[in-house]
């Protein structure tokens, strides 16, 4: 079964340096999008990406987020200058263009900030 | 602002039960409403989705309903096993050409050979 394939598993990085969190989605797939879960917490949308271009983006994600799909094949979402409340999980998921179907997400990407 | 609530407590049934979650929402009209499951340390996974002019949606031993004037879904599952135990989560889902989905906290299932 199509996988989403998020990387790395875990970082951990010093507050204020950039970090750059990776995914490659499911190949046909043609709608992006980034969520995060804070420990204990709901999971929250970030950002929603499609046709080259960002759809829609949420309160959290200000000036520091932004996300690219350089290649047409990865899909990545950078943060510029990491702060101790951006440790969370973070989960990248896609979505074939038909409605009845639900989001792949991938594993995701613990990131701590220290 | 909308709201979400799924059962608070945990969930414990025994083996060969039916499990019954409760997702209720405020102050949202969804499209659809989706169904996830969550293992500790791992993504969502896409269990079940239904749609707003839908009463219910069955796939294998999940069943889910959907009541847009009482805005609550309830998530079954027949024959529980042990294998189920996890974190179920409701989402709602706008739908359209912008879809995103908003979050309840989870429901925790354990079921207990």
């Known amino acids: 079964e199509p996988e989403v394939t998020q990387t790395p598993s875990h970082q951990v990085t010093q507050m204020g340096q950039e970090v750059i969190l990776r995914c490659v989605p499911i190949?046909?797939?043609?709608?992006f999008y980034w969520y995060r879960q804070i420990l204990g917490q709901k999971v929250e949308f970030l950002v929603s990406?499609?046709?080259?271009?960002?759809?829609?983006k949420s309160e959290i994600f200000d000036d520091q987020f932004s996300v690219e799909r350089p290649d047409g094949s990865n899909f990545t979402l950078k943060i510029r200058s990491t702060k101790l409340e951006d440790s969370a999980m973070y989960f990248c998921?896609?979505?074939?263009?038909?409605?009845?179907?639900?989001?792949?997400f991938g594993s995701g990407t613990r990131l701590t900030v220290v | 602002s909308q709201k979400i609530e799924q059962n608070s407590e945990a969930l414990n049934i025994q083996e060969g039960k039916t499990a019954t979650l409760t997702c209720n929402y405020t102050?949202?009209?969804?499209?659809?409403l989706q169904w996830y499951r969550q293992d500790p340390g791992r993504g969502p996974v896409f269990l079940l989705l239904?749609?707003?002019n839908e009463k219910e949606k069955r796939k294998e031993r999940l069943k889910v309903t959907f009541d847009t004037t009482l805005k609550q879904s309830l998530f079954h599952i027949t024959a529980s096993q042990p294998a189920d135990s996890a974190t179920y989560l409701c989402?709602?889902?706008?739908?359209?050409?912008?879809?995103?989905?908003?979050w309840g906290l989870g429901t925790s299932l354990a079921v207990n050979p």
């Open positions: 190949s046909n797939h043609l709608y």
């Open positions: 102050n949202y009209s969804p499209a659809y």
């Open positions: 989402a709602l889902d706008r739908g359209g050409n912008n879809r995103k989905l908003i």
């Open positions: 239904i749609r707003e």
């Open positions: 998921a896609s979505r074939a263009r038909a409605d009845t179907y639900g989001y792949t």
């Open positions: 990406f499609y046709n080259n271009e960002i759809s829609e």
